[in-house]
Structures are given as structure tokens and as C-alpha cells.
């Protein structure tokens, strides 16, 4: 079993920083492409920013210029530095990766449980 815990939300004032983790534990082989994803109330979930295994990084057109997504293989840790915040930014960020447990199993996809950013002052 694999789990995600996210970490680092909060509430910041408008063209604040904040900076989220997210770490995966339990039985892993490998981790390939790991994501953020947001979800504004009343909206669909959209995706932030990928990052693959070997580092390449693609972003939503909303956020390239303010969010950088980054990840610490040895750690199994996927970043979102996220600058210039924005009232629209609110939502809650979800972590998502696919891992491998062995070497024989397929990819799956997991989830965090998420957390709360706003943006307000």
C-alpha cells in the first residue's frame, strides 16, 4: 500500500508564497510522473504541474511564470513553490503519483487527501 501525505497549505495574503510537499510512503519501486492538481469550489479538478521521473516539468498556462513543481527522488517527494498568489489560486491542491510497488506490477495512480490553500487578504 502506498499513501500521500500533503503538506503546506494555509491561508496567504495576495502575491504571497507558499510552498507545498507532498511524500509518498510504503511498499515503492518506483515513482514515475508525479502531479499537482487543484480544485476551486463549485469547479472541476484541473491539473497544476507534472513532473516526470526524469525531471522534465509541464505546467497550466495559469500558473507557468509563478508555480515550479520540483521532486526529490531519494525522498519520494514532489514540491509546489508556489509565488505571486493569486485570489484565484484558492482551492484545494491535491497530490497524485504513479507508482510501482515491484518491479512486476503495473503503474497505479494515488491520491493525497489534500490541502486547503486561500488566498485573501
Known amino acids: 500500500q502506498v499513501q500521500l501525505v500533503e503538506s503546506g497549505g494555509g491561508l496567504v495574503q495576495p502575491e504571497g508564497s507558499l510552498r507545498l510537499s507532498c511524500a509518498a510512503s510504503g511498499i515503492i519501486f518506483s515513482i514515475s510522473a508525479m502531479r499537482w492538481y487543484r480544485q476551486a469550489r463549485g469547479n472541476q479538478r484541473e491539473l497544476v504541474a507534472l513532473v516526470t521521473s526524469g525531471g522534465s516539468t509541464n505546467y497550466a498556462d495559469s500558473v507557468k511564470g509563478r508555480f515550479t513543481i520540483s521532486r526529490d527522488n531519494a525522498k519520494n517527494t514532489v514540491y509546489l513553490q508556489m509565488n505571486s498568489l493569486k485570489p484565484e489560486d484558492t482551492a484545494v491542491y491535491y497530490c497524485?503519483?504513479?507508482?510501482?510497488?515491484?518491479?512486476?506490477?503495473?503503474?497505479?495512480?494515488?491520491w493525497g487527501q489534500g490541502t486547503q490553500v486561500t488566498v485573501s487578504s
Open positions: 497524485n503519483a504513479d507508482v510501482q510497488s515491484a518491479a512486476w506490477r503495473p503503474l497505479l495512480a494515488y
